[in-house]
């Protein structure tokens, strides 16, 4: 009998076995994604779209770079601070002091032209603003361009060549103290100059003349990427000088 009973025991265990591989076919197999589908695509979290002014009729003129496409040049933590923090802080408070002003419907070139020095602070801040939106379309994100035939012939006449002409701003930024820009400019006898402006002037309110290329000297510009190294600072920006824009800004006088 107890044999019988081991014997069915045995029965019912390969019974129960065969039935669980039967139904081997009714599972699902699921596939295990790819490493690839996880890897999530990285993104900057300094996008300039997102720089913009309260209010008023002065915005934010895009740059024609990303941050991250001039790391040669600026760290793009520094560059998104100086566009998003200090330039746009300026334009702000420009909209801010035109604002139920006769200049509110001017251009910020014909503010410039009309401000009289009793007005300074309209004149400091639409000088800040204009210094800054000429300075970004000075740089360029890659370092090929060149002076055209025109410009060329400027440079080679008042400089002497290309290369003095790059020593000269080299030479000037480095000795120039305190805040202020670095004008590349025509005056108004035709000779191409370079002339430091101190704080926010600019060539438009000194009717110096027309205005090419422009460097900014003020700290803020250099001192995080560069510490306080004025002269790694220009030889860093030099390859970058937008000739392109000098070459549109001496043809559309």
Not at 22 to 47: H, M
Not at 81 to 100: D, P, S
Not at 110 to 127: C, D, F, R, W, Y
Request: glycine share 4%; hydrophobic share 40%.
């Amino acid at each position: 009998m107890k044999r019988i009973k081991s014997f069915n025991l045995i029965l019912y265990f390969f019974v129960v076995l065969a039935a669980a591989c039967g139904k081997k076919s009714e599972r699902t197999e699921v596939e295990i994604p790819k490493r690839e589908t996880f890897i999530v695509e990285k993104k900057s979290v300094l996008g300039q779209e997102k720089v913009k002014t309260k209010q008023g009729p002065f915005d934010m003129p895009p740059l024609s770079f990303q941050y991250e496409e001039v790391e040669d040049l600026f760290k793009p933590e520094d560059l998104a601070f100086h566009y998003g923090e200090f330039h746009l802080n300026y334009a702000n408070r420009l909209n801010t002091a035109i604002h139920n002003s006769p200049f509110v419907t001017d251009s910020i070139v014909g503010i410039l032209t009309k401000v009289t020095p009793a007005q300074a602070e309209i004149s400091n801040l639409a000088g800040a603003y204009y210094n800054h939106n000429f300075f970004w379309q000075s740089i360029h994100k890659n370092t090929t361009t060149s002076p055209n035939a025109n410009l060329s012939a400027l440079i080679t006449s008042n400089f002497g060549s290309y290369n003095n002409l790059k020593a000269e701003i080299l030479r000037i930024s480095v000795e120039f103290e305190g805040s202020g820009w670095l004008w590349l400019l025509v005056d108004h006898r035709n000779n191409l100059t370079l002339i430091p402006t101190e704080n926010n002037a600019n060539p438009l309110t000194l009717r110096l003349g027309k205005p090419l290329l422009v460097i900014d000297l003020w700290e803020h510009a250099y001192l995080s990427s560069y510490k306080n190294d004025k002269e790694k600072y220009i030889k860093a920006l030099l390859p970058h000088l937008n000739w392109e824009f000098a070459n549109f800004q001496l043809e559309n006088k």
